[in-house]
């Protein structure tokens, strides 16, 4: 088995809805109008419905309300629609994975506050197009719903070996699968034609170096992660920044104070992107964890 064999194989389990493909299919070509991308986005009334809302939400921090698919491409560009359409579609995809192996609310929650610390991030260090950052962070560990979906014991070994720590996976993995969730996310993007960048930065964002020229996104994630994670754990902000590997500081540049900065009013704009994003059955079945 190997990341690409084990991608083949949930391809029938697991593809992106009609709509992203068009998307992604006509933003790649080099032909396409900012008119036809939002005429197919409309046609799915409910996904363009969740997309108005995420793009007019506090989270964008736009200064004019936005109300067509049109407009929203005019405002923020048709490669950040396509991510927000990536963004907003890719919790439907997975369905069927064992509760034991991971509870879709926690496991998106995380997702999310990533994705949501990722752009913050961005924005701090002053990168373009900082909603990229979002979907890079929202789906930097799709690889393990792949794995859970396709290796359900193996998985509940590897769960028990790390004993719920997610910076032993990597490791565990290798050493049980031959490789790991970050190279089988990596294939499912590649899959799924995304852009490189995505690919790059799902790939390596355990180790930024990996990610190539796309290095730097990388470690914004990696920071993320580990400020996503403070908000589950409830650890002090010293005890997060002493985990942050020292590359990952000096290839982003950030200081200890951007980072309690940041965190200031992350759940708030987490709980509003989840409510936008997710599914109403999704949301109805939220972890019982405090």
């Known amino acids: 088995m190997n990341p690409k064999k084990l991608v083949d194989e949930i391809e029938h389990l697991v593809s992106l809805p009609d709509v ?3 998307v992604n299919r006509l933003v790649d070509s080099p032909s396409y109008s900012a008119r036809s991308v ?3 986005v409309s046609r799915d009334t409910d996904l363009s419905a969740r997309l108005l809302r995420l793009v007019n939400s506090s989270f964008l921090g736009l200064r004019a309300p936005v109300d067509t698919i049109s407009r929203a491409i005019a405002v923020i560009g048709t490669n950040e629609l ?33 994705g949501v610390i990722g752009r913050e991030l961005a924005v701090r260090c002053n990168v373009l197009h900082s909603e990229r950052l979002f979907v890079m962070g929202m789906l930097h ?24 720590d997610d910076w032993l996976l990597p490791e565990t ?11 089988v996310g990596a294939e499912l993007l590649r899959k799924w034609n995304l852009p490189d960048g995505l690919v790059a930065v799902v790939g390596g964002h355990h180790d930024p170096m990996k990610a190539g020229d796309f290095r730097f996104e990388a470690a914004l994630v990696c920071t993320a992660i580990a400020l996503a994670n403070r908000e589950v754990t409830g650890e002090s902000l010293e005890t997060t ?3 942050i590997a020292a590359p990952v500081w000096e290839i982003t540049g950030l200081s200890h104070e951007d980072l309690e900065s940041i965190t200031e009013g992350i759940t708030t704009k ?12 999704a949301v109805s079945h939220k972890s019982s964890k405090p």
């Open 241 to 243: 920044v002493v985990g």
């Open 38 to 40: 939002g005429e197919i």
């Open 270 to 281: 987490v709980h509003e992107v989840m409510e936008l994003i997710l599914s109403p059955s």
């Open 141 to 164: 560990d799709i690889g393990r719903l792949v794995i859970y979906l396709t290796l359900a014991e193996k998985s509940r070994d590897i769960l028990l070996i790390t004993g719920g």
């Open 20 to 22: 992203c493909v068009k």
């Open 82 to 114: 396509r991510n927000l359409v990536m963004a907003t579609t890719a919790a439907r995809v997975f369905t069927g994975i064992p509760s034991d192996l991971v509870n879709m609310y926690d496991y998106w929650s995380h997702a999310v506050t990533t």
């Open 173 to 183: 993995e290798r050493d049980v699968l031959g490789f790991d969730h970050m190279d």
